[in-house]
């Protein structure tokens, strides 16, 4: 059974940062592309930021470009999104997810989703 949990998720202030982790039980790791959505209250899932599976390319939205950073580290099977300049908007649910190989932002292309990290921004 395939599971994504994450974590790194809680309650800063705006202008903090956060690193948002997420573990990966597919197998091999190092095939699957890997990302983040986000759902606010109220509000679609959207796309966040994607790792490719070879790990050379990485898209982000343009509200996030600049302020987050997706990488991955294969040898722990893990993805990370770190998140500097917080703003109140970027309060959410993160999503990790994961896709054999294909490397999309549409959520409808990734087969495995985490259970989410709630990560709320104070002004």
């Known amino acids: 059974q395939v599971q994504l949990v994450e974590s790194g998720g809680g309650l800063v202030q705006a202008g903090g940062s956060l690193r948002l982790s997420c573990v990966a039980s597919?197998?091999?790791?190092?095939?699957?592309?890997m990302g983040w959505f986000r759902q606010a209250p109220g509000k679609e899932r959207e796309f966040v930021a994607a790792?490719?599976?070879?790990?050379?390319?990485?898209s982000y939205a343009d509200s996030v470009k600049g302020r987050f950073t997706i990488s991955r580290d294969n040898a722990k099977n893990t993805v990370y999104l770190l998140i500097n300049s917080l703003k109140p908007e970027d309060t959410a649910v993160y999503y990790c997810?994961?896709?054999?190989?294909?490397?999309?932002?549409?959520?409808?292309?990734?087969?495995?989703w985490g259970r989410g990290t709630q990560v709320t921004v104070s002004s």
């Open positions: 997810v994961a896709n054999y190989q294909r490397y999309s932002d549409f959520p409808s292309v990734y087969n495995y």
């Open positions: 597919v197998r091999p790791f190092s095939m699957y592309t």
């Open positions: 790792i490719s599976w070879r790990g050379g390319e990485t």
